[in-house]
């Protein structure tokens, strides 16, 4: 079993900034790569941005060049800088991580854009 606790979302303007934590615990060596997803009413749930054990990454279109995922492993947690956001980038984010057999997801946490 694996835990994630996300944490940093909320209400920013146009252009500003938020940063998401999400923490780890449980069977954590077994985590392979771990992301960030989101959900926007009426939508999918989408990858917004993914790190492998070795630091490579990888990003959503619509987010390259705006957000930053980045991993601390001495403290289990996985970051999402978010920088110049955007309206459409509204949604609940949710952590991800990756096992071998399975995947576990965070309660999410809300951020909200306003124009």
């Known amino acids: 079993q694996v835990q994630l606790v996300e944490s940093g979302g909320g209400l920013v303007q146009a252009g500003g900034s938020l940063r998401l934590s999400c923490a780890a615990s449980?069977?954590?060596?077994?985590?392979?790569?771990m992301g960030w997803y989101r959900q926007a009413p009426g939508q999918a749930r989408e990858l917004v941005a993914r790190?492998?054990?070795?630091?490579?990454?990888n990003y959503a279109d619509s987010v390259k060049g705006r957000f930053t995922i980045s991993r601390d492993n001495a403290k289990n947690t996985v970051y999402l800088q978010m920088n110049s956001l955007k309206p459409e980038d509204t949604a609940v984010y949710y952590c991800?991580?990756?096992?071998?057999?399975?995947?576990?997801w965070g309660q999410g946490t809300q951020v909200t854009v306003s124009s």
């Open positions: 991800n991580a990756e096992l071998p057999l399975s995947h576990y």
């Open positions: 790190i492998s054990p070795t630091g490579s990454t």
């Open positions: 449980g069977i954590i060596f077994s985590i392979n790569a």
